[in-house]
């Protein structure tokens, strides 16, 4: 992973949640030098992985602590450039194993920080946990708790993209709204730094390399290859756009990677 953004250079990259096994500080200092050492500017948010699991009153009382001492100080961290607005969202807590949620105050944040945000700026959310249940996916979880009044705040803010985790399978659905417009997509990571891949990744390291421009969204789809020994492009799929209907042109330029 490291050779591979040495070598293409992305405008960021994003880690949608679980840095590490069991939360503990001498995992998150590793996730924290791994992180130092890539060569450009990094968004990531807590997955359940990163809130203890046996330390039972670390959990209840301070579940970020570890996080905040030995990663981070940052559960929600936002990017803003000319051309991209990214907000990160802290959907895991401590009083469930595996689920997560979407509270009405990160719903407000989602409007506020992309309110504030340039108008021609593609804008994008990051999360851990599954907003949606994809039907091509078996054993899947159902979807966080407030994904409904969640999708509807992320498509009343334009958010074109969703950066998830947590299933251990790498898929792309429609974000869309009930009885609203489609519009955007969800792409989901596998594994990236593990073998923990689940499902039709079994055991398999996945990522994804992100291309935006002014008119469409490029993801190609990347799997470890131990012959290379390298990550190697599989599939790559294009999606448009969302028009604008407030008379704002879109960002021009070179475009993002991530």
């Known amino acids: ?40 500017p990094t968004l990531a948010v807590p997955g359940n992985h990163d809130v203890p699991l046996y330390r039972f009153w670390e959990r209840l009382v301070v579940p970020f602590g570890a996080w905040q001492r030995h990663f981070s100080p940052h559960l929600e961290p936002h990017l803003v450039d000319d051309e991209v607005c990214m907000v990160g969202l802290n959907t895991a807590f401590n009083r469930t194993i595996t689920g997560g949620r979407i509270t009405r105050a990160q719903c407000r944040r989602v409007r506020d920080v992309f309110g504030a945000a340039p108008p021609s700026c593609y804008r994008i959310a990051v999360i851990h946990h599954n907003l949606v249940r994809p039907s091509d996916l078996d054993d899947v979880p159902a979807p966080l708790q407030g994904s409904v009044p969640a999708l509807a705040a992320l498509a009343s803010s334009g958010v074109e993209l969703v950066l998830s985790g947590h299933l251990h399978q790498s898929y792309v659905a429609p974000l869309a709204v009930a009885g609203g417009e489609e519009g955007g997509v969800i792409l989901c990571a596998g594994t990236t730094t593990s073998s923990r891949g689940r499902g039709r990744e079994q055991g398999v390291s996945t990522c994804h390399w992100i291309e935006i421009d002014a008119a469409e969204v490029r993801v190609l789809f990347y799997r470890w290859d131990p012959t290379a020994p390298a990550f190697v492009e599989t599939a790559r799929r294009s999606f448009q756009r969302r028009s604008r209907s407030d008379g704002v042109e879109q960002a021009t330029g070179g475009g993002r990677s991530s």
């Open 1 to 40: 992973m490291l050779a591979l953004v040495h070598r293409r250079r992305p405008d960021y990259v994003v880690i949608s949640g679980d840095l590490t096994q069991r939360a503990k500080p001498e995992q998150f200092a590793a996730a924290r030098r791994f992180v130092e050492s890539l060569p450009c």
